[in-house]
């Protein structure tokens, strides 16, 4: 039997004032898009920044597989696809959440970053996006529901708090080397289309095992037990990025002849 799915209503006042929030933050992304795009003479910042934004597009996927919805009464709406309405508010959300930390992350990763700052910054991250979400949820913004949801906090089930941070630790590793071997400048357009498969593939590639679980289970001890699973494989994903950072780290140490420039494959400066 079909799950019925939550609806309920916000005010257009709260709505409009998450709206205005929402493009102030935009605003500062695509400013700070276009400070780096300035200050390393390149162009994949703003393929980055709309790709990013694009990748709200996933969402109503996202919505299905993770059993979660938002309000749809009185909705201000951005689009509908898969038959759910999706908030202006969240629409905007993409557009400021992922460029942010995606392109701080592959300047970071650029000019060197060992295994500590990694970790360091993926576990901030993991902090952040769960201090986002939670008061999000409490404020009826989104709402993860039905009765086999694993364990979280605040309603915020645990495998989100690594996921998201684990989806943008691999999209930026992956941007990184792809920009340092084979993504010329000229072809730094294709960011549009990879920047969200691979947001949609970090997310949703380890959770595999929950959504099974939240789609086929009856007994919410399944997805107690499948949860940490899969928070075990988001983690793998960002050791395995931890271990290119360490081989990055220890060849560029090694070799003090050459680095590459930050405007990516060709581009090569004396570091002295």
Same mark, same amino acid.
């Given at each position: ?67 979660? /919805?938002?309000?749809? #009464? +009185? ?5 509908? @696809? ?8 969240? *629409? =905007? ?77 691999? /999209?930026?590793?992956? #941007? +990184? ?5 084979? @993504? ?8 549009? *289309? =990879? ?78």
């Amino acid at each position: 039997m079909p799950l019925e799915r939550p609806n309920w209503e916000l005010s257009q006042s709260f709505q409009i004032t998450q709206i205005i929030i929402g493009a102030v933050l935009v605003a500062i992304a695509f400013a700070y898009t276009v400070y780096v795009a300035r200050k390393d003479k390149v162009l994949y910042p703003y393929f980055l920044f709309f790709g990013a934004g694009l990748s709200g597009l996933t969402e109503p996927i996202l919505d299905v597989l993770g059993i979660s /919805t938002q309000p749809e #009464i +009185h909705q201000i709406t951005a689009y509908v @696809l898969f038959g759910r309405k999706i908030p202006m508010y969240l *629409a =905007i959300c993409y557009f400021y959440y992922f460029p942010i930390p995606i392109l701080w992350l592959v300047r970071r990763l650029a000019a060197g970053m060992n295994t500590r700052q990694w970790w360091r910054f993926f576990l901030g991250l993991s902090i952040f996006t769960t201090v986002f979400d939670i008061p999000g949820i409490q404020q009826g913004l989104w709402r993860y529901y039905g009765p086999m949801q694993p364990p979280g906090l605040f309603g915020f089930p645990a495998w989100w708090w690594f996921g998201q941070s684990s989806s943008i630790c691999l /999209t930026a590793m992956v #941007i +990184h080397l792809l920009r340092h071997t084979i @993504l010329t400048e000229a072809r730094s357009i294709l960011l549009i *289309a =990879i920047t969200p498969m691979l947001l949609f593939a970090g997310l949703e590639g380890p959770a595999i095992p929950i959504t099974l679980a939240l789609h086929s289970s009856t007994n919410p001890m399944v997805t107690a037990i499948v949860q940490p699973v899969t928070i075990a494989l988001h983690l793998m994903i960002v050791w395995l990025c931890s271990q290119m950072v360490a081989y990055r780290h220890s060849t560029s140490t090694s070799t003090t002849t050459t680095t590459l420039d930050a405007r990516g494959p060709g581009r090569i400066r004396n570091p002295a």
